[in-house]
């Protein structure tokens, strides 16, 4: 189950790419508003864990300028990997020593599309081959990651500005939270949990019949360390395969003789898909008639992974319509609300076969927003900060509780 970083960028990336409106590793022409964004900006982890082990934070990523792999230092100056091999070899130590229990780094982060890793108490474990770097892949028992406690934030900087997420595409693990400081002096942050979240997530997962309990790992000691996602509790057989079998099936049924309509651009209302099933297969049509994409009738992993069945290309028709479409099966509203995507999040997560995984993330979220699924963002329910003209992120680790 080895990830290479060609699987994508970041495991959300294809979110931000569409708020890009483009590819994410196309800087295009500098906008005159956006022109001074400084070729890097100040980062400042502050570590309110509460735990004494020491953190290495690593900054991996794409460099925008050139396309090139690789990492950057406490300082930002980009170093592209070297040629891996096939098996894997070791990559190059990028380890940047982060702070102690109470205390603030602050390293400077360049124009890249990557991830800002950051564990506890050991050295991540990474491996180059002939594609690329391989990302942790911890629902494999034997990634060497297995059994040490990290995580990881998302980020694109480039001359239109910050995107910044906490993610639990992949996993639920050691909590934190992100944040920019905007021109004006105001800051605006999000991914923190709730008093309590962090235990209250694993407890709740643990009350959850189906096979939910088995998405958690723990080390060999019964230390906790993460809550898989439903795609790899798919993957792994911690969750069957025909988890939702019976949910798909009824909205196959339901818009065999209704149609489901999708308005995939929050700005651009007048543009609507329409959809009707025939067979196995649901036909979207717009508004000539036409048919513009298909979609077979998704198993659950493709559901839960947005993608074989509901891929999502970063163009302007299908990628769309299945961003709306898998957040509809992973919100389980497509029954209740033939007019996706929905306006509120009062009725997601009603059926009983549902994503109880990201339910239960986002009930202990202080701000409701997560990252659950890959495409939480249609209708704007993730955690993501952005701005313009940053000034300074922040990466704050939180309490255990």
């Known amino acids: 189950m080895l990830r290479t970083l060609k699987r994508r960028v970041m495991a ?22 956006h022109a001074a964004v400084p070729d890097t900006i100040p980062l400042t982890i502050t570590n309110n864990s509460g735990r004494g082990e020491q953190v290495y934070v690593y900054n991996l990523g794409t460099q ?3 396309g090139r792999q ?6 930002g100056t980009f170093h592209p990997w070297p040629a891996g091999g096939n098996p894997p070899t070791p990559a190059p130590d990028a380890s940047i020593p982060g702070p102690a229990a109470g205390r603030s780094t602050t390293i400077r982060v360049p124009k890249f599309s990557g991830r800002i890793y950051f564990s506890y108490g050991q050295k991540m474990v990474f491996r180059l081959t002939t594609g690329g770097l391989v990302q942790p892949a911890v629902q494999n028992p034997t990634d060497p990651n297995r059994n040490i ?15 910044l997420n906490s993610t639990q595409v992949d996993m639920f693990s050691a909590p934190y939270s992100v944040g920019v400081r905007r021109a004006d002096g105001s800051t605006v942050s999000t991914g923190r949990l709730k008093p309590g979240g962090y235990n209250g997530v694993f407890n709740a997962l643990r009350g959850q019949s189906g096979g939910w309990a ?53 700005d651009r209302p007048d543009v609507k898909y329409y959809g009707r099933v025939s067979g196995d297969v649901m036909n979207f049509t717009n508004s000539s008639g036409a048919v513009v994409t298909s979609f077979q009738k998704p198993d659950a992993s493709s559901v839960f992974g947005c993608h074989r069945r509901l891929d999502a290309p970063n163009d302007q028709v299908r990628g769309p319509i299945s961003r709306t479409l898998c957040a509809g099966f992973h919100r389980t509203t497509l029954l209740a609300n033939p007019d996706q995507p ?5 009725g997601f997560y009603q059926e009983p076969a549902t994503n109880h995984y990201s339910r239960i993330v986002h009930a202990h979220m202080a701000d409701g927003k997560a990252y659950g699924f890959a495409f939480d963002d249609v209708g704007n329910h993730e955690s993501l900060v952005h701005d313009g003209n940053p000034r300074q992120a922040s990466l704050t680790l939180d309490p255990f509780d």
């Open 12 to 33: 959300a990336g294809l979110s931000i790419a569409t708020v890009l409106g483009g590819s994410l590793l196309a800087t295009g022409v500098p906008s005159p508003a």
């Open 64 to 66: 925008l300028s050139t």
């Open 70 to 75: 690789g990492w950057a230092d406490a300082s």
């Open 149 to 163: 406690l990290f995580n990881w934030s998302e980020y694109t900087l480039n001359n239109d500005g910050l995107w």
């Open 214 to 266: 088995d998405l958690i790992q723990t080390r060999p000691d019964g230390t906790v360390l993460r809550a898989l996602s439903p795609l790899y509790g798919v993957e792994t057989g911690a969750l069957p395969a025909s988890i939702l079998d019976d949910y798909v099936n009824r909205v196959w049924q339901k818009y065999s003789g209704t149609t489901l309509t999708v308005t995939p651009f929050g």
């Open 342 to 346: 929905d306006s509120g999040a009062a």
